[in-house]
RNA sequence: GGGCCCAUAGCUCAGCUGGAUAGAGCAACGGAUUUCUAAUCCGUCGGUCGCAGGUUCAAAUCCUGCUGGGCUCGCCA
């Protein structure tokens, strides 16, 4: 689909190529009307009103001959207070209603590759245990926003950093092995702060079950590399598994073990003492981050030689740099949020592009059930872990409720609200609202009735009722939208635009009748439905969600 | 104390190149059904857009200060 605002904003700034000056010319931009206006709004008359000294309703009549040209252009007024309104002409209609039909949904609000290679590394939960419900809205969101960038032409992976490594790990071993050993008939301690979930002994039952023979038979640490790496790949095996249950998949899962032993924390090491940007302090390495803007420098190497996270994290983007990325988008949780100075500082320090790494931080969310805010612990009993709340509302419910605000926004999810069969659950809407349009598609067809294929302006012609203005409207500025919610990396507005369509629909549906005497005028309508159900489609395939054709 | 996020209708939230009367869903009330799926739709009620300044022809939107809430400030990851 055509982008309509930059496709009028291109026009008017030709036809008014001889009318603006080179200060003007910048403030030749259309915004999208409100309803019961026209298609588009230009509001220049009212800026250029002061230098032009000038009333804006003069100089909207003086322009509006030389926009009317426009090839895009039907009907254009310029009313008071300084306003020039375009409809949009039919035959462009015509013709955009043509490129939807003829388009498949996975790919009408796509754009050409533009051969940029892009990441999206979210959830990134540490191994040591089953994903939180918490993690659910950074896989809603990193998920969307991945497929919400491949609209725009980029050539994008999913990725999910394992935190394999560091004294995380080491305690999540122990703790297995805590369990795990008097099954050997040896004992070993809970180590403090060790991890106490109900999966940890069942983690060590597995783990026993599956090479205990040989556990009994090894030294000491050759059984706690056993236990690490049994933990640890059953781990990641409950947590592919629960994201794949909400629809999310990676490209790759990327270990931190592998970074260093793999050299990179060495190569990245001596990169910054390349750069001249790392000084010994008390037996430790130190980042002099102070000068990228950080406000503390960093250690990068512990007092005993082990390295931080601030280490490897430097490493493992780095590494993401050789590997071709022009821009790594990193998603976290509102825990996070005292990341991003440091690491913006760490890229500058290593020298990586300004734009390189983009943080996206998503805030906390609320559980409700039965109006009263959830308490998420053991003793409630409530649901704690991502698998249980996806079997509990299902997987598009689930991610349809994780999008219902902005990251920015802390989020309420009301547990009995998204698992409610009803259309006050907007994942339930949309899914009625196709299932509908598929409906009317079949009594079309059933009656012997045109299915039309493309569009012709004499078509447009027949679409005049508010009701097939405004579900119009909501289909031509879709790219516009999309490629908005793309730029501000806004996953969460896809959902509000396909809510939109769907009340739109809905509206039209209960107003306008599309089987009727009129022949021209079916025609015309089953192009509104035609081009809604693909265009829902194409948001559901953006969001993740599926959409039955009958309910 | 520093940094970041938030504050819009009774509730949950949209509102992102600054534009015309501030929107949706829920809740409340009232309507529409010999139905192309009423699992729908329409209408009414409801807002000093946290407060105070500033910029602008124009501010929920941009800037400054303040208030309230959240997250966060390790040689953890």
């Given amino acids: 689909m055509l982008n309509l605002r930059e496709t009028i904003d291109r026009q008017v700034s030709l036809a008014l190529k001889g009318l603006l000056s080179l200060e003007e010319a910048p403030l030749a931009v259309c915004s999208p009307s409100r309803p019961g206006f026209l298609d588009y709004t230009l509001s220049l008359p009212m800026k250029l009103a002061r230098t032009r000294h000038r009333a804006p309703v003069v100089i909207a009549q003086e322009l509006q001959p030389a926009v009317a040209d426009m090839a895009c252009a039907g009907f254009v007024e310029a009313v008071a207070p300084g306003y020039i309104n375009i409809q949009l002409s039919d035959s462009f209609v015509a013709d955009e209603l043509t490129s939807m039909l003829g388009t498949a949904p996975a790919v009408l609000l796509q754009k050409e590759a533009n051969g940029q290679k892009i990441q999206v590394e979210f959830v990134s939960a540490n191994p040591t245990g089953p994903l939180h419900v918490g993690n659910g809205r950074g896989a809603a969101l990193g998920s969307v926003l991945a497929t919400l960038l491949e609209t725009q032409g980029y050539d994008v992976d999913r990725e999910y950093y394992v935190n394999d490594y560091g004294s995380k790990m080491k305690l999540f071993t122990a703790s297995i092995a805590h369990y795990l050993f008097p099954m050997l008939g040896l004992e070993y301690p809970m180590p403090a702060e060790g991890y106490q979930g109900a999966y940890v002994p069942e983690l060590a039952q597995a783990i026993h079950d599956r090479r205990g023979s040989e556990l009994s038979s090894l030294l000491e640490e050759q059984r706690f590399a056993i236990i690490e790496e049994g933990g640890k790949t059953l781990v990641l095996a409950s947590i592919r598994r629960a994201l794949e249950e909400m629809g999310v998949s990676f490209d790759t899962w990327f270990s931190e073990r592998y970074l260093i032993e793999n050299g990179w924390n060495d190569r ?55 590997r071709g990325y022009v821009k790594s988008i990193d998603v976290f949780g509102a825990d996070h949020i005292g990341h991003i100075v440091p690491m913006q500082a760490l890229m500058k320090s290593l020298g990586l592009p300004d734009d390189f790494l983009e943080i996206i931080i998503y805030q906390i969310v609320h559980f409700l059930r039965g109006g009263q805010r959830v308490v998420l612990s053991k003793q409630t009993g409530e649901i704690i872990e991502l698998a249980d709340l996806v079997r509990e509302v299902g997987k598009d419910q689930t991610r349809v409720f994780f999008l219902l605000s902005s990251a920015d926004s802390e989020l309420e999810f009301d547990l009995e609200a998204a698992k409610e069969n009803s259309l006050d659950n907007p994942a339930y809407y949309l899914k009625y609202t196709h299932a509908r349009l598929c409906s009317v598609e079949r009594q079309v067809r059933g009656i012997g009735a045109g299915v039309p294929s493309e569009a012709t302006p004499a078509d447009i012609l ?5 009701e097939d203005r405004e579900l119009l409207k909501c289909l031509l500025k879709a790219q516009d939208e999309v490629d908005d919610a793309a730029r501000t990396r806004q996953p969460h507005r896809v959902l509000y635009l396909a809510g939109e369509l769907a009340k739109a629909v809905n509206t039209f549906y209960q107003k306008e009748k599309v089987i009727q005497e009129d022949a021209g005028l079916v025609r015309a309508r089953m192009l509104l439905v035609l081009a809604s159900q693909r265009l829902l489609q194409a948001y559901a395939h953006v969001l993740g969600v599926t959409l039955p054709e009958s309910m």
């Fill in 268 to 322: 990245v090491l001596q990169q910054f003492r390349d750069r001249d940007v790392v000084y010994e302090k008390d037996n430790a390495v130190w980042l002099r981050s102070t000068d990228f803007g950080d406000d503390k420098d960093r250690v990068l190497v512990r007092h005993d030689g082990e390295p931080t996270y601030t280490l490897t994290d430097a490493a493992y983007h780095f590494n993401k740099f050789q």
């Fill in 462 to 466: 027949f679409l005049k009722t508010p």
